[in-house]
Structures are given as structure tokens and as C-alpha cells.
């Protein structure tokens, strides 16, 4: 399973950093993903980082504000989140890729966590 952690109320500009941890299934090997949903809108990529960690993605929105990062010993993938705006306020998923090939559609992903709450104050 995927757990996340680190979600909670900021005022804009302000950062958080989430934390997904990963139990039960194999984690190294594998391309991890964020992505969120905001209230009345489609979930949506945010950002993907490959097994190794050498290669990572972003949504336009998030570029040069957010960070992903991991930690295979830790099993564990983090999104720092930088700068933040009210419209960043979503619950935001980890999940596992499928396959190594970089991909922002859901269904690529088998793996998800149960979401963490980020609200954005102005």
C-alpha cells in the first residue's frame, strides 16, 4: 500500500513537503507519481519521477515550484511544494507506475494511496 503524509493548511506562499511511503509492494523498481484533485475538477498529473530518481516531470502549473524526489532504502517519494497558491488546494495522491515509460494518465498508475489534504489559504 501507499501512505501519504505531510498535508495540511499553509497561506499562500508558504511550503509543504508530502511524504509517500510504499509497504507490501516492490517500490525501487518502479516510476512513482503525483497527482491531485481540487473540489469539483478531475484528478490530475502533477509531477512523475523515475525509478532511479535521475529523470522527473511536471505540470506547467507546478514547474519551478514543486520538487519530487525519493528514497529507495525508504521506500518513501516526496513532493516539496514551494510558493504555494490558493488554487494548489487539492488532495494529493502518490501512486506507482506500471511500467518505466514516463506517462501522465491515470490509468498507467496501479497503484494509489488514499490522499492527503493541501489547503492554501490567501
Known amino acids: 500500500q501507499l501512505v501519504e503524509s505531510g498535508g495540511g493548511l499553509v497561506q499562500a506562499g508558504g511550503s509543504l513537503r508530502l511524504s509517500c511511503a510504499a509497504s507490501g509492494l516492490t517500490f525501487s523498481s518502479y516510476a512513482m507519481g503525483w497527482f491531485r484533485q481540487a473540489p469539483g475538477k478531475e484528478r490530475e498529473f502533477v509531477a512523475h519521477?523515475?525509478?532511479?530518481?535521475?529523470?522527473?516531470y511536471y505540470a506547467d502549473s507546478v514547474k519551478g515550484r514543486f520538487t519530487i524526489s525519493r528514497d529507495n532504502a525508504k521506500k518513501t517519494v516526496y513532493l516539496q511544494m514551494n510558493s504555494l497558491k490558493p488554487e494548489d488546494t487539492a488532495v494529493y495522491y502518490c501512486a506507482r507506475s506500471r511500467g518505466s515509460v514516463y506517462s501522465r494518465a491515470e490509468y498507467e498508475y496501479d497503484y494509489w494511496g488514499q490522499g492527503t489534504q493541501v489547503t492554501v489559504s490567501s
Open positions: 519521477i523515475i525509478w532511479s530518481g535521475s529523470n522527473t
